[in-house]
């Protein structure tokens, strides 16, 4: 059974970059079938998809954060990545990754669907000096 | 502001069944794009209800269930129990962001 964990500095400057790294278990991240994806739940809001990348290293990232974000992934460990440029006190959040599931949907065959099947628990990162 | 409208909040007691709604647009749930509805409880990692509209993943007991009605799409819960207190969060693809997006939201309370 595949699951994820989350690591990284729980508190980061203002200014600087964030780098969040997600380890895979109980399976390979090289997966056809799935991207990898990095999605934050701020205080008091909801969850916010910030982009996700398959095993090969393609990847989209959301339009609002497109200028800031970069993922990878090293498939020889197993593992991805997220960085974070120029964080602010609206970048405090928690942090979860997670599995993603892509297929292309029966009504419409035009449509993709992704649906995240598999998360890591989350961890939190503080921004502040 | 979350792009997919849901509830702040609902309630039922021990036994009954809630309902969570989830609004879209002619863009996401609208434009035929499937819903997936995810539940959040503390300490443990999100997990997947219902994907596709309506389908659950093995594991997930048949008090779940979820339907989508135009630019619509909601979740039922039966037989209410106090473990599925917590949070619950519809999401789907925007063909006009080009993103993946999410509800702001339900919480659960358990009465």
């Known amino acids: 059974q595949v699951q994820l964990r989350e690591s990284g500095p729980g508190l980061v400057k203002p200014s600087q970059t964030l780098s969040l790294t997600c380890s895979v278990s109980?399976?390979?991240?090289?997966?056809?079938?799935?991207?990898w994806t990095w999605i934050r739940q701020s205080p008091g809001t909801g969850l916010e998809w910030m982009g996700y990348i398959d095993y090969k290293g393609s990847n989209y990232y959301h339009p609002s954060l497109k200028s800031r974000v970069t993922m990878s992934v090293d498939t020889s460990k197993d593992q991805f990545s997220l960085s974070l440029a120029s964080v602010t006190a609206a970048d405090r959040a928690l942090y979860f990754c997670?599995?993603?599931?892509?297929?292309?949907?029966?009504?419409?065959?035009?449509?993709?669907?992704?649906?995240?099947?598999?998360w890591g628990r989350g961890t939190t990162v503080t921004v502040s000096s | 502001q979350s792009v997919l409208t849901q509830p702040p909040s609902v309630s039922g007691a021990t036994g009954q069944r809630v309902t969570i709604g989830c609004t879209g647009s002619g863009f996401n749930i609208g434009a035929g794009h499937d819903v997936h509805w995810y539940q959040l409880l503390p300490e443990t990692a999100p997990k997947l209800l219902i994907f596709n509209s309506n389908n659950r993943p093995s594991g997930v007991p048949d008090r779940f269930s979820a339907s989508k009605s135009g630019a619509s799409a909601s979740l039922a819960i039966t037989g209410l129990q106090a473990e599925d207190e917590g949070d619950y969060y519809c999401q789907s693809y925007d063909s006009g962001l080009n993103a993946l997006v999410f509800g702001g939201g339900t919480k659960l309370t358990v009465l």
């Open positions: 997670a599995r993603v599931f892509r297929g292309r949907s029966r009504v419409n065959p035009y449509h993709y669907f992704y649906y995240m099947d598999v």
């Open positions: 109980g399976g390979s991240i090289i997966s056809p079938d799935h991207y």
